[in-house]
């Protein structure tokens, strides 16, 4: 990634889903004043991605004494050995819905981000009794009774090659 006017650098993307997720936690970033309720938050990365993205983002929450899940999903980041021609968004969601459910979570803050929006509308769908709120942190949200499939079959048709997967598979993404 370059770090010109056009393309943000690591940190400034990392930097704003980290004031995004303290945003919505209500306080400032960098406060030292301690939330009174610990929360659970579950942070789904975007696609190319894997849970690592969110690594200052969980150093900051775990510091103000929240609990935080950041799985890769299926055939991404760490897990791209998996990846496979059977892997859709439909893995993806059971990836997150199941992390929710193993762990028996309830109440949580559930935050995706890029792809992942689109994934935590699925899991807002099959397990709605376990989400006390959810942020779209520069995410893409389905319209209301859209087809997550179609908007995410849409874009990978327009944006992934064979050798994005190929490259996928060969190493991590540059930034996050």
Not at 32 to 61: E, I, K, M, N
Not at 110 to 137: D, F, M, T
Request: proline share 5%; hydrophobic share 40%.
């Amino acid at each position: 990634m370059t770090n010109d006017m056009t393309t943000p650098s690591r940190r400034t993307v990392v930097g704003a889903m980290a004031a995004g997720t303290m945003a919505a936690l209500g306080s400032p970033v960098g406060s030292a004043q301690a939330q009174t309720t610990a929360r659970t938050f579950v942070l789904v990365h975007g696609a190319w991605h894997g849970g690592w993205c969110w690594r200052r983002v969980s150093d900051q929450l775990e510091k103000r004494g929240h609990k935080v899940f950041a799985p890769t999903m299926t055939g991404l980041g760490e897990r791209s050995h998996l990846l496979d021609p059977k892997v859709n968004l439909a893995t993806h969601v059971t990836d997150i819905v199941n992390v929710i459910k193993w762990e028996s979570l309830s109440n949580i803050v559930l935050v995706g981000h890029s792809y992942g929006g689109v994934i935590i509308s699925g899991v807002a769908e099959q397990v709605p009794e376990a989400i006390g709120s959810i942020v779209y942190l520069d995410a893409f949200v389905p319209e209301n009774g859209q087809e997550s499939n179609l908007l995410v079959g849409a874009l990978a048709r327009d944006r992934l090659t064979p050798l994005d997967l190929a490259v996928a598979r060969e190493k991590p993404p540059v930034g996050c």
